[in-house]
């Protein structure tokens, strides 16, 4: 009769220890940590004195974003996410204001609603980027809206390098000044990627701004502490440990 060694053991535990998480953890995916980014900026909504008002939030992030608001340590928790809003909102305004862009490019768009929450100009041209099953489940949720600009909506994954490039070429080619925004997207790629992304991007010459978010190693490093076993085993965040070890 074979015996289990103690290897093989914790190798059993752990495998099915992953099996349930994957079961029941609301974050099964990289897209999906876009419904936790919806819910923090429905509840900053709903404020007397909210910052910003975007009433699609609540629809959007549904019962799984509030389960990831739990995870997450509650409703303290999103002050980060509602300041990256705001700063980013008024980049954007500014942006089209005064430097006279005529295309958005939003790379890994996950839910956000900024074509249908604020105030641009109808000739706008805005292009969000991401895989297909978080765009598919935007579009159903807002099939009764109408943004407040030309809103294209493009399924790509954009660690697939010779499409992304194909497809920054063909925006660069139909545009006059485009803005990349990719908010909460680099601190999912690895070094590599990113310098990839920045010189592929770079190399488009109507691209005339890029709006990102960084997150200090600090910041790494105690989410890790709090979320590594919870998020690794949905295969969420692990390559943003590279940067931090």
Known sequence: MARRTKN?????????????????????????????????????SERSDALFCDRFARTLAGKRGEQIVQLGGGESAGWLLV???CII??????????????????LGAGL???????????????IEVDLPAILEYKQQKLSGESP??????????????????????KVNATAKK???????LVVYLTPAQVAILAIALHRQNKFHGWILDVI?????????KKYVRELTAANSIEPIWDLIE
């Open 89 to 106: 909102d008024r980049l954007v305004l500014q942006s089209i204001e005064r430097e006279g862009i005529d295309t958005v490019l939003n």
């Open 178 to 184: 485009v803005l990349v925004i990719t908010e909460g």
């Open 83 to 85: 300041v990256r809003t």
């Open 8 to 44: 093989s053991s914790r190798r059993f535990e752990s495998d099915e220890w992953r099996s349930r998480m994957n079961a029941s953890f609301p974050i099964q995916n990289i897209s999906d940590t876009a419904y936790g980014v919806a819910i923090y900026r429905a509840i900053e």
């Open 112 to 126: 956000d609603t900024r074509p249908y929450r604020l105030s641009l100009p109808a000739s706008l041209r805005w």
């Open 148 to 169: 407040n600009c030309f809103l294209e909506l493009v399924k790509l994954d954009l660690t697939d390098l010779a499409a992304s490039h194909a497809f920054f070429t």
């Open 216 to 224: 200090s190693p600090l910041e790494l490093k105690l989410a890790r």
